[in-house]
């Protein structure tokens, strides 16, 4: 069985913080993927990051960063110098070999940054 | 491009009555996705397709969904008979390449059942 948690519910901070969202998964399968979303106010969905189970290279996209640890099974995403245009729901999600990389989802952080 | 097109964009329709929603994917791309988002349940898959062809519908809820993709350009959700519990925002996504590669989402289907 698959299984994400997002312990955080909501965060707030003001702008320019660094804010990190936790992501903790659970797989006995050992080919996964890791994923995260974003869902504005807007409502739309955007798709932001997939990382392999085999890939734990941190990675960095502008203020966007993600830390994999496979000793931990968490997948944390860091928004350094928070802007108001970041307040969103932000999902992790797994996709497990043994659920043909199905994805599943956790509850979701709702972020708010406040001017 | 005009990206991941969906329609209609709110549908409120009664208990048993058929609901068809509509997805035109970014031309090109080879995956189309279905996911569903409800308070209670979150975000789930329902079904998608490569090349027009199912590949995984477990997460189709139940024979009242079903899902088609007639061409590459076009795919339909059908609900019939539609229960209130089906009131949920449906979301179309495509991708080219390797699944689960970046998806590139539509504004998503806003579905009232009464």
């Known amino acids: 069985a698959q299984k994400v948690t997002q312990a955080q519910t909501e965060i707030s901070v003001v702008e320019k913080e660094d804010v990190t969202l936790d992501c903790v998964y659970e797989t006995r399968d050992t080919t996964y993927y890791l994923f995260w979303y974003k869902q504005p106010p807007s409502g739309e969905l955007v798709f932001l990051i997939r990382r392999n189970s085999f890939d734990e290279q941190n990675e960095i996209s502008g203020r966007y960063s993600w830390n994999f640890q496979k000793s931990t099974s968490s997948f944390n995403f860091t928004i350094t110098a928070s802007q108001v245009v970041d307040s969103a729901v932000y999902f992790c999600a797994l996709g497990a070999s043994g659920g043909s990389y199905i994805p599943t989802f956790g509850r979701g952080t709702s972020l708010i940054v406040h001017p | 491009d005009a990206g991941v097109i969906q329609s209609p964009r709110h549908e409120v329709t009664e208990m048993g009555q058929e609901v068809t929603l509509r997805c035109k994917p970014i031309?090109?791309?080879?995956?189309l996705f279905w996911y569903r988002q409800t308070m209670m349940r979150g975000l789930e898959l329902l079904i998608y397709?490569?090349?027009?062809?199912?590949?995984?519908d477990s997460g189709m809820p139940e024979d009242r969904f079903s899902a088609k993709m007639p061409n590459a350009s076009f795919s339909t959700l059908k609900i019939q008979p539609s229960e209130p519990r089906d009131s949920a925002v449906y979301f179309c996504?495509?991708?080219?390449?390797?699944?689960?590669?970046?998806?590139?989402f539509g504004p998503g289907t806003r579905l009232l059942v009464l």
């Open positions: 031309s090109g791309h080879d995956y």
């Open positions: 996504a495509s991708s080219l390449g390797t699944s689960w590669e970046t998806q590139y």
């Open positions: 397709f490569n090349n027009n062809v199912p590949i995984d």
